[in-house]
């Protein structure tokens, strides 16, 4: 069954982009793949209701850095963080630019699912 909504992931890591694009598929998402900031600002956008998981430190553009440049821009996409190895500052900079959620990897599917569902759906997410 498809599942309202667009699931935009942006990770340098080809292995997680392809399993997190398999397990989102699995639950009827759309999903959209970007190996970086220069990828996703240069894809068409989407009137569908979306949202972004987001690695905090990639190559060229960090996630703190493209998620700044989306809301300086007005793109007020929802973005959820992912990330192995942040710092607190990296942490309280995802939560000053309006991150709905902060995964850890490797992090639990159900939770991240959740997360999604949530805030496609409107709800406050855990």
């Known amino acids: 069954?498809?599942?309202?909504?667009?699931?935009?992931?942006?990770?340098?890591?080809?292995?997680?982009?392809r399993m997190l694009a398999l397990v989102l598929e699995s639950q009827g998402y759309t999903v959209c793949l970007h190996d970086g900031g220069a990828a996703y600002l240069a894809s068409p956008p989407s009137d569908a209701p979306h949202?972004?998981?987001?690695?905090v430190r990639m190559p060229g553009?960090?996630?703190?850095?493209?998620?700044?440049?989306?809301?300086?821009?007005g793109n007020d996409i929802p973005v959820i963080f992912m990330s192995g190895e942040s710092q607190a500052h990296e942490t309280q900079a995802a939560n000053s630019l309006g991150a709905v959620h902060f995964l850890w990897k490797p992090f639990n599917t159900q939770?991240?699912?959740?997360?999604?569902?949530q805030t496609l759906t409107g709800q406050p997410a855990p």
């Open 1 to 17: 069954m498809r599942k309202p909504g667009l699931v935009h992931v942006v990770d340098d890591n080809t292995d997680i982009r």
């Open 51 to 55: 949202v972004m998981l987001l690695d």
């Open 111 to 117: 939770e991240m699912l959740t997360v999604i569902d």
């Open 61 to 73: 553009m960090s996630g703190l850095e493209l998620h700044a440049k989306l809301k300086e821009s």
